[in-house]
C-alpha cells in the first residue's frame, strides 16, 4: 500500500517566514514596524491560546503586537469606540477581532468598524467584494494558506473538481473564489456542500480535491473519496487520549481511514492551523508597505 503524503504546513510556514525576512527588514530601515492590534472579547480558552499563538509569532520576528483584553460583558458601544481608536493609530497596520464575540454582540456590525485598510483579517465587505471581482486586499488568512499549501507543493486546480465541505464566510465561502479565480494554480470548478446538502458523499466522490471545513470530528472517511484525491483538513478537533492532555487533535478528516486510498493530506496539528498565523503576519506586513 503506498502511503497518503503528508502536506506540511510547518514546512510551508518557514518558506512564508523566511520570505518575509527581507521585506520587514526594508521596513525597519524605513522606521516602519509592522503593527496588529488584536481585540480579544470574553474568556474562550481556544481563542486565548490562538492570540498567544499570534502574539509569540509577531515577537519571535520582532514585529509589534498589542492585545486588548476585554470582559464578556462588555457591550457592543464599546467594542466599536475601541475599534475606531485602533483605526486611527499609527501603530497598528491591522486589527484583528477574534471570533466568536458573545453571543448579544452583532459580530458583523463590529467587522464593519474595522477600516477595510486594517482589515488583516479579510472579513470587512468591502474586501470580501474586492476578493469576489477578483482585485483583492487582504485574503481571509485560512484560505489564502491553504492556497499557498497547494501553491508549495505544486498541486494546480485547473480544470480539476475542487469540493468544499462548509460554507462559512471565514473559510467556504471565500476559498470557493480563491479556488475558481482565473489566475494560475487556480481555475477549478468549485463545488460547496453543506448541512442542507442531501447527499455530500454523492459530490466529494467525484472530487479531485476535498476540503473539510465543518468543524464536526474525523467526518471525511474512505467512503468520502475517490483513490488518489488530495485532502485538505481544516478541522481542529478534541478527542479523549490516554497521553498526559488526556485528549489529542484530529482534524474533521480521519487519517487512519483514508491513508492509503488518498493521495495526499494535510495533517492536524501541523497544517493548515500553522498557516493561518503565517498569513496574518504577511497580510500585516502587506498593510505596513502599502504606507512606502
Not at 70 to 79: A, N
Amino acid at each position: 500500500m503506498t502511503l497518503t503524503k503528508i502536506l506540511s504546513g510547518k514546512d510551508v510556514c518557514k518558506s512564508v517566514y523566511t520570505s518575509l525576512e527581507e521585506r520587514i527588514k526594508r521596513l525597519k530601515a524605513k522606521r516602519i514596524v509592522p503593527g496588529l492590534a488584536v481585540i480579544l472579547v470574553g474568556e474562550d480558552p481556544a481563542s486565548q491560546v490562538y492570540v498567544r499563538s499570534k502574539s509569540r509569532r509577531f515577537e519571535r520576528l520582532s514585529l509589534y503586537s498589542e492585545t486588548f483584553a476585554m470582559p464578556g460583558t462588555t457591550s457592543e458601544k464599546e467594542i466599536l469606540r475601541k475599534i475606531r481608536k485602533l483605526n486611527m493609530d499609527d501603530r497598528f497596520h491591522g486589527i484583528l477581532v477574534q471570533l466568536p464575540l458573545p453571543k448579544h454582540i452583532n459580530e458583523d456590525a463590529v467587522l464593519r468598524e474595522v477600516s477595510p485598510l486594517k482589515d488583516v483579517d479579510g472579513f470587512h465587505p468591502e474586501n470580501i467584494g474586492r476578493l469576489a471581482v477578483g482585485n483583492p486586499r487582504f485574503i481571509p488568512c485560512t484560505p489564502k494558506g491553504i492556497m499557498r499549501i497547494l501553491e508549495f507543493y505544486d498541486i494546480d486546480l485547473s480544470g480539476k473538481h475542487v469540493v468544499i465541505i462548509g460554507r462559512s464566510n471565514i473559510v467556504g465561502r471565500p476559498l470557493s473564489l480563491l479556488t475558481s479565480q482565473k489566475k494560475p494554480l487556480s481555475n477549478a470548478t468549485t463545488t460547496i456542500c453543506h448541512s442542507k446538502t442531501p447527499d455530500i458523499r454523492y459530490f466529494t466522490k467525484q472530487a479531485d480535491v476535498v476540503i473539510a471545513a465543518i468543524g464536526v470530528t474525523q467526518f471525511v472517511d474512505e467512503t468520502y473519496i475517490k483513490p488518489g484525491a488530495i485532502l485538505i483538513d481544516v478541522g481542529i478537533n478534541q478527542i479523549p487520549d490516554d497521553s498526559e492532555k488526556k485528549y489529542r487533535l484530529v482534524g474533521d478528516v480521519h487519517y487512519d481511514r483514508i491513508n492509503g486510498i488518498a493521495s495526499a493530506v494535510t495533517p492536524v496539528p501541523g497544517g493548515v492551523g500553522p498557516m493561518t498565523i503565517a498569513m496574518l503576519v504577511e497580510n500585516t506586513v502587506e498593510s505596513a508597505e502599502a504606507r512606502l
